[in-house]
């Protein structure tokens, strides 16, 4: 009877082999050359090391959304707190709010250029 491997289990006897052979040839080298081998590993660790800690900055410290999101509504709120619309409608003179106001100055309110003027004039009064 012929027996089914599954392509795990294949691949799980051939990870098994290769490292026997390779724990087997590191076990046959001489000790100058492992040491020579455990040398540069200390060096490219130390230097690794060297390297992460002169890389230090600020933004390293905090991480980017943190510093970034607060800075970005700061400057949203800055914009909406100090943004003034150029087309705003003046307002209606206040002498225009008496009950006795003919049909006819209503309809010439609806123009807006008229209002405008109409503001422009209250404004020169009042001044």
């Not at 724990?23 to 046959?28: N, Q, R």
């Not at 060297?50 to 607060?70: D, G, R, Y």
């Not at 250029?113 to 503001?119: D, H, K, R, S, V």
């Amino acid at each position: 009877m012929m027996s089914k491997f599954k392509s795990d289990d294949i691949e799980s006897v051939v990870v098994e082999r290769v490292n026997r052979h390779l724990d087997a040839e590191v076990d046959s080298l001489s000790s100058s050359v492992a040491k020579d081998i455990s040398q540069a590993r200390m060096n490219a660790l130390r230097q690794a090391r060297t390297e992460k800690e002169s890389s230090w900055t600020f933004t390293n410290w905090l991480p980017s959304w943190q510093v970034s999101t607060p800075v970005a509504v700061a400057v949203m709120v800055a914009i909406l707190v100090s943004y003034e619309s150029e087309d705003q409608i003046p307002a209606i003179p206040s002498t225009m709010f008496t009950e006795n106001i003919p049909a006819e100055d209503l309809d010439m309110l609806e123009d807006y250029e008229f209002a405008a003027w109409l503001a422009e004039q209250d404004i020169e009064v009042t001044s």
